[in-house]
Every structure is written in C-alpha cells, then in structure tokens.
C-alpha cells in the first residue's frame, strides 16, 4: 500500500492507501534487478598480484 493524495469534490485533498498498479510495481523489480545487477553476467574480480611488461620485440623490427 502507498499513501496517495486526491482531490474530493470541494477541491480539498485527502490522502488515501492504495495498492500500487502493476506497471508502478514492475518498474520497481526493473530498477532494483537494475541496482543490483541482478540480470548480468558481469563478475567484478579483486586481483592482487604484480604486473610483469614483456619486451619481446625485436629493435630490427622497428624499423
């Protein structure tokens, strides 16, 4: 339930529950699967290891 405000006959407002439509509550799943990546096949890796530079080429080749 979600609180929203509407307006009566005598142009006063008053704040009513009202369940949520289906379109409001998919679009909620959506942004959380979103937020969350639930729907992605991406890993986030914490690697910790040094980087080693391999100087394989040839200074003839330069050229």
Do not use: C
């Amino acid at each position: 339930m979600e609180p929203v405000s509407i307006l009566d006959g005598k142009r006063h407002s008053k704040v009513v529950e009202l369940q949520p439509s289906v379109q409001t509550r998919k679009a909620a799943v959506v942004d959380l699967g979103k937020r969350y990546a639930v729907w992605t096949k991406k890993q986030q890796l914490d690697v910790n290891t040094a980087v080693t530079f391999v100087n394989d080429i040839d200074d003839e080749d330069e050229g």
